[in-house]
């Protein structure tokens, strides 16, 4: 299952070689070896390697007694935000012990990143950037890398390319290095290479992320990210978080309800949001808590990620994987063998159209943060909200048939909801 990013990617193109993972190892070797490369200078050396072909598809309160549970309940953990922070429940297990649901786990990483920028902003330094502190030989190819990480997100993101043309140098490079390490990452378990991806081979990626976050990027594209991070607060947790996503992608194939699929859903989508968030940056008219911003966005990766899921039932059971929890498809009467037939029936449409409600509500408590972020990222945000939202339509419109389906987006329609967004990116936090 591919990575739901905020932004929209159009799915008729595929990245190989996870962006050049296996051969930039080898090139990287080779070159850090060669004693022609300043020491300082051999992290911007290495070069990872694209082609052009099919695109990987990519791809974030309330409670629902239609859909058998009970989420993101409010306790009344912030009163200051002009809407609710959001918190799961907790249960007990059989012997008494206080058990966190996936939403309550999640939170923890939610109020973990935020207090990195409200602390940030408590001591007066600057949040939009940090000085670069580079060497000048380095500069060019520093530079470089930032061009190289535009050049992909240009290719497989265009209508997000387009609005962050709109945000500040110093956001947009940094949003385009996120993009890449993102589709990278998603490339690992996604991509023509997935057959070959062993646990070790994800390890030793989170190996690397870690020396990057160190200041020891592997290749031109760890580079651009690696100061980024320096930059921006932003944690390396998310990241982390992602390649867990990618490790359950190798060794689990099913879902016994929405708390697990949840935690699914953060690892490979929620996660976005929140390394996002500290370089979209919020309005500094907003008055909402900086917990709920962040927790909206989260909502954002949630609600297209689960709009993945639902479009792509069909191929996804291609590859005997049913995104889907369990326990709902066995309360609507239904079971993996359906789900394999691809019988549309209406048992069926009875059970999307729940599934459908609660995507919904997940991109409802999306937009109340989208309205909080710095005016200048406003704009892909919503546009990433708003076409991803139409795709649930189109579910609709092709009478529930997600098994030999696809449902997309027209490119009329697309066109049409831009402006839309752009209007909507203009509205000031009130």
């Known amino acids: 299952m591919s990575v739901a990013l905020l932004w929209i990617v159009s799915p008729n193109s595929e990245v190989s070689n996870s962006f050049g993972f296996l051969d930039s190892a080898r090139e990287g070797t080779r070159l850090l070896e060669s004693s022609k490369i300043p020491a300082r200078d051999r992290g911007l050396a290495c070069?990872?390697?694209?082609?052009?072909?099919?695109?990987?598809?990519?791809?974030?309160?309330f409670s629902n007694s239609d859909l058998g549970h009970s989420y993101m309940v409010n306790l009344g953990l912030e009163k200051k935000g002009k809407f609710p922070v959001f918190s799961s429940m907790v249960a007990a297990n059989p012997a008494g012990e206080v058990a966190l649901s996936s939403e309550q786990k999640v939170y923890d990483v939610v109020l973990k990143q935020a207090a990195l920028v409200k602390k940030q902003l408590k001591s007066g330094e600057d949040l939009e950037v940090k000085p670069d502190i580079i060497l000048p030989r380095s500069m060019g190819l520093l530079s470089e890398a930032y061009d190289r990480c535009g050049e992909v997100c240009a290719e497989y993101a265009k209508t997000f390319y387009l609005g962050t043309l709109l945000m500040t140098p110093e956001r947009r490079r940094a949003i385009w290095a996120i993009y890449v390490w993102c589709r990278r990452t998603d490339e690992l378990v996604d991509g023509p290479n997935a057959s070959h991806i062993t646990p070790t081979a994800l390890d030793r990626w989170e190996s690397r992320l870690e020396d990057l976050f160190r200041g020891r990027p592997f290749d031109m594209l760890d580079a651009a990210l690696s100061d980024t991070v320096a930059k921006f607060p932003v944690d390396i947790q998310p990241f982390k978080d992602m390649i867990e996503g990618m490790r359950l992608d190798l060794r689990k194939s099913r879902y016994k309800n929405f708390d697990e699929l949840y935690l699914y859903c953060y690892y490979v989508a929620g996660t976005v949001g929140l390394m996002s968030v500290p370089v979209m940056g919020i309005a500094p008219e907003s008055q909402a808590t900086t917990e709920s911003i962040y927790n909206a966005a989260l909502a954002l990766g949630i609600a297209n990620q689960?709009?993945?899921?639902?479009?792509?039932?069909?191929?996804?059971?291609?590859?005997?994987?049913?995104?889907?929890?369990?326990?709902?498809?066995?309360?609507?009467?239904?079971?993996?063998?359906?789900?394999?037939?691809?019988?549309?029936?209406?048992?069926?449409?009875?059970?999307?159209?729940?599934?459908?409600?609660?995507?919904?509500?997940?991109?409802d408590?999306?937009?109340?943060?989208?309205?909080?972020?710095?005016?200048?990222?406003?704009?892909?945000?919503?546009?990433?909200?708003?076409?991803?939202?139409?795709?649930?339509?189109?579910?609709?419109?092709?009478?529930?048939?997600?098994?030999?389906?696809?449902?997309?987006?027209?490119?009329?329609?697309?066109?049409?909801?831009?402006?839309?967004?752009?209007?909507?990116?203009?509205?000031?936090?009130?």
């Not at 990872?48 to 309160?61: A, D, E, V």
């Open 306 to 363: 689960l709009t993945n899921i639902l479009r792509d039932v069909g191929e996804d059971a291609r590859r005997g994987r049913v995104y889907l929890p369990q326990d709902e498809l066995a309360q609507a009467g239904l079971s993996d063998e359906d789900i394999f037939a691809g019988r549309v029936t209406d048992k069926w449409r009875s059970f999307m159209k729940n599934q459908i409600k609660r995507a919904r509500m997940f991109f």
């Open 365 to 430: 408590q999306a937009e109340e943060g989208v309205k909080e972020l710095n005016a200048a990222s406003r704009w892909p945000v919503w546009a990433s909200l708003l076409l991803y939202r139409k795709i649930l339509d189109e579910i609709e419109a092709n009478d529930y048939n997600n098994f030999t389906r696809r449902a997309y987006v027209s490119k009329p329609k697309k066109l049409l909801a831009l402006p839309i967004a752009y209007a909507k990116s203009l509205v000031a936090p009130s």
């Open 47 to 61: 070069h990872g390697r694209l082609k052009k072909g099919k695109k990987q598809k990519l791809g974030y309160s």
